[in-house]
């Protein structure tokens, strides 16, 4: 492998990013703070991972097999995938009247959404684990990629129409070319929340999940969906050419959005600042300040971290680390990895 896939595992302050040798999976946990929903931050280094991906791909000789073929969105937020757009951000540009910010954040949010649905234009599958609460920008996440993977009792729909708006970073466009214009126009103009079965009975949902079981249903998809990926890839290209999504759409609909959310009234605004503290509620700030002990622990896939670490350190849990107890960054054999996964 060389030096530009290295460059897609750097450390990162809210995406845990995992390498799973044996599927070639990249697996991107959002650990976002102090909301599970999307930050700044969130939204830089996703697409940071998408940009380093893409330059990899490039990098490869005409000969050189790609050591990439999935790329997993899922969340290390116990119960949440992600809770959408930062709400609290939104109302202070809106009371600020500051549209270029307005835009620039909307703008991240569809360039990345985009990259997901036509695959970062490459011979790869992008998939959503949702386990938990995907609303607002965070089901427009999960839709964008080519597979959702959903467990039950997990929940989606989009509440924006509760403050007076819309989704507008690729809802309208994702859903109407699955479920028709109408029932698109339905859903989001509803605010309701909607289970993961009823979401697979409508074909949203492509693999629904035993609660807990998400990841295993997910590495048993890429299992069956790698013994034909050459059709299945390609079929993911016919359907983007009969219907395909684009990114002048995406940033035409996302302006839109822009304009409407600038013309909410105050009680509009408090509307979104009483989901906002419905948000903090999802996740305990001062646990997670503390010692981030409410995420959820990665797979101990690949990591990819060779630059020099000085001790101590604290780890996940928030234990202090004296020395580094190892004897090697990754001392297992191939064949162990391979059962631990």
């Not at 993977?149 to 690729?170: Q, T």
């Not at 299945?232 to 983007?240: G, I, M």
């Not at 622990?297 to 990591?303: E, L």
């Amino acid at each position: 492998m060389n030096k530009h896939f290295y460059q897609i595992f750097r450390d990162y302050q809210e995406i845990s990013v995992r390498y799973h040798e044996k599927s070639l999976s990249v697996w991107c946990y959002y650990k976002p703070t102090p909301r599970p929903c999307f930050s700044m931050t969130v939204l830089k280094e996703a697409l940071h991972i998408q940009q380093a991906i893409i330059k990899y791909f490039t990098s490869l000789a005409a000969n050189e097999t790609p050591a990439i073929r999935y790329l997993i969105q899922a969340s290390q937020v116990p119960g949440v995938f992600n809770l959408g757009g930062d709400l609290a951000l939104f109302t202070k540009l809106i009371a600020d009247r500051d549209r270029n910010k307005l835009l620039e954040y909307a703008t991240r949010c569809i360039d990345i959404c985009y990259l997901n649905a036509v695959n970062l234009r490459l011979p790869i599958t992008t998939i959503s684990l949702v386990q938990g609460a995907a609303l607002g920008g965070g089901f427009e996440s999960a839709l964008a990629s080519n597979v959702l993977i959903a467990e039950e009792g997990s929940e989606m729909g989009f509440p924006e129409i509760r403050f007076n708006l819309f989704p507008g970073m690729g809802a309208y466009s994702l859903l109407a070319r699955r479920l028709g214009m109408l029932a698109a126009e339905k859903m989001i103009t509803s605010g309701e929340i909607y289970s993961a079965r009823k979401l697979f009975q409508l074909g949203l949902v492509h693999e629904l999940a035993e609660p807990g079981k998400g990841r295993e249903a997910t590495e048993t998809f890429i299992r069956k969906h790698s013994r034909s990926s050459n059709g299945r890839r390609a079929l993911q290209r016919v359907q983007q050419r009969y219907h395909p999504i684009t990114y002048e759409e995406l940033k035409d609909i996302t302006t839109i959005w822009v304009d409407a959310a600038l013309k909410l009234k105050s009680s509009d605004l408090r509307m979104m600042e009483r989901l906002v503290k419905t948000q903090n509620r999802k996740v305990s700030t001062s646990d997670r300040q503390k010692k981030s002990g409410n995420l959820l622990r990665t797979p101990q896939d690949r990591r990819f971290l060779f630059q020099n670490i000085s001790f101590p350190l604290t780890d996940w849990s928030g234990n202090t680390i004296l020395s580094d107890r190892r004897k090697s960054h990754d001392r297992r054999s191939p064949q162990t990895r391979a059962m631990s996964h």
